[in-house]
């Protein structure tokens, strides 16, 4: 398949300027202020968020302190991993050496934090070394918990055929067993995971990418493709769900919801699934009074198949739990996801920390489209704070999810925390409600070079 071509010069001269145009740029950055604000600011994780945030914020202040950990020596495009696993990028295609991310000026210490503590504000490393802060941004990502799957490890990827599409070399060993199950005839099954997990949409489009790659190899009707969704509904956003529930029933793909993934026997080919469903009962309590209370009922499920794609459950990394920043209560405790207020993006507990990407507990879909758009909030709220002034910007939940539905088009989702349509310009010239080649487009050729020469760079 072609190789995606733009690179940084190609994208500064027509990628900013088009997606200036584009609303999907959402946070292009304009000419802003310096602020002289003074204080020592500790970034963890300098993912998607946290190197966009350092670089925005080495353009803001005249005086910037910023050190930046993070063990990581690569900065992937995560979302390219769905089209490794589709073969249409190269593996090479998706990652720059951690050391280019990082904006001159920022100090990096190449190390994973193991504990934290808010209110002493300090870091430890795993290397052993304490980091004193002001303010921190909190950017660590999400934990994946691999040995939450019985039978398989990340280690062990690709074994008995049962792959993942969240890691890179997952992503890559997917791509020759599509092709071999397109060829060869079989029957796929594709899962998601019961936490919140990023992209949501990502296992949905492998499924539906293998769909079609079948379909166009004039190998369908060898092919049995099943997707078993651990949700009671394969999504959530009224204005899309009913046109992706159409293409998986025009496309054949048998689709079941309610079904969590508990382990895989690799050498049988069999993956162990949990059906749930809440039923409400009348009791009575102790005081002889009758009460509702809502009961799981569990029926265990096994399904063979010849290609397994899963994904494992996810959580906030285990430093943030143990160092009491995570929610207590309310949907967001079980997992750990970090304690902020999901309009400034500024923690609950402590004002001087704030918090953006998929560590946030933000009810949003945890995309790097929705951390560009929380990106110039949360570094303004910053700077506000570190002034002594309110933080006073808003977020309001936006997050787009591209659903590649076949080699050519793309549903873009977009939307806010209500799941209302969020819709940018150009695309509020089209029926949105369906997959477009425009947002295929978008999605190919414009997205990654985003990323990586605009937000990277602090741009938008
Ligand atoms: C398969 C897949 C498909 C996706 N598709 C899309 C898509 O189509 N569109 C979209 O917008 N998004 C998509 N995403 C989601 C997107 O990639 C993430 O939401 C985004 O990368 C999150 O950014 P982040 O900075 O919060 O975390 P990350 O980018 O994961 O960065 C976290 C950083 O923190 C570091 N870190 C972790 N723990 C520590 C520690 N203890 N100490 C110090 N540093 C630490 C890590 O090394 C890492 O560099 C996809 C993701 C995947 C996996």
Not at 15 to 39: E, P, Q, R, S, Y
Not at 277 to 297: C, F, H, L, P, S
Not at 401 to 429: A, M, S
Request: net charge neutral; aromatic share 10%; proline share 5%.
């Amino acid at each position: 398949m072609k190789k995606t071509t733009m690179n940084r010069r190609t994208f500064l001269k027509a990628g900013v300027g088009t997606a200036a145009v584009l609303g999907i740029g959402g946070g292009v950055m304009h000419h802003l202020n310096m602020v002289d604000a003074k204080g020592r600011i500790l970034i963890i994780g300098g993912g998607a968020a946290g190197c966009s945030f350092a670089a925005r914020l080495m353009r803001r202040l005249s005086n910037p302190d910023i050190t930046l950990i993070d063990p990581a020596d690569r900065q992937y495009y995560q979302p390219g991993f769905t089209f490794i696993a589709a073969g249409i990028f190269k593996p090479d295609e998706v990652w720059k050496p951690m050391s280019k991310c990082i904006p001159s000026g920022v100090k990096w210490i190449k190390d994973s934090v193991i504990e934290l503590d808010p209110v002493k504000q300090t870091a430890r490393t795993a290397g052993g070394q304490m980091v004193e802060y002001d303010f921190l941004v909190l950017t660590p990502g999400l934990q994946i918990n691999w040995d939450k799957v019985e039978g398989i490890s990340r280690e062990t990827l690709g074994q008995g055929n049962a792959h993942c599409i969240y890691d890179f070399m997952g992503a890559q060993r997917i791509w020759p067993a599509i092709q071999e199950l397109v060829a060869k005839g079989g029957r796929g099954v594709f899962t998601d995971t019961y936490t919140k997990h990023k992209c949501g949409g990502a296992p949905k489009k492998i499924c539906m990418l293998t769909e079609h790659l079948a379909r166009k190899e004039g190998k369908r009707d060898g092919v049995q493709l099943d997707y078993f969704c651990s949700e009671k509904a394969l999504y959530d956003v009224p204005l899309y769900t009913p046109r992706l529930l159409q293409i998986y029933e025009e496309r054949n793909i048998g689709l079941e919801v309610r079904h969590r993934v508990k382990g895989i026997d690799t050498l049988a080919k069999k993956v162990y699934l949990e059906h749930y469903e809440k039923v409400k009962e009348t009791q009575t309590d102790a005081q002889g009074n009758e009460i509702e209370v809502e009961r799981e009922i569990v029926t265990p499920r096994v399904e063979d198949y010849d290609l397994l794609s899963f994904v494992p459950p996810q959580s906030a990394p285990d430093f943030v739990r143990n160092a009491g920043l995570s929610w207590t209560e309310g949907k967001l405790a079980k997992d750990g996801w970090a304690m902020v207020d999901k309009k400034t993006l500024v923690h609950l507990a402590y004002p001087n920390i704030v918090c953006l990407g998929d560590v946030a507990g933000i009810p949003t879909s945890k995309t790097s489209s929705a951390i560009r758009i929380q990106l110039p909030i949360a570094v303004d709220n910053l700077l506000s704070i570190m002034q002594g002034k309110e933080p006073t910007k808003e977020y309001n939940g936006y997050a787009c999810c591209p659903i590649v539905t076949d080699y050519g088009h793309v549903l873009l989702c977009e939307f806010d925390y209500d799941k209302n349509p969020d819709i940018t310009f150009p695309f509020t010239l089209q029926d949105m409600s369906k997959e477009q080649a425009s947002a295929w487009m978008l999605k190919k050729h414009f997205l990654k070079p985003m990323f990586f020469y605009g937000m990277l760079n602090g741009l938008m």
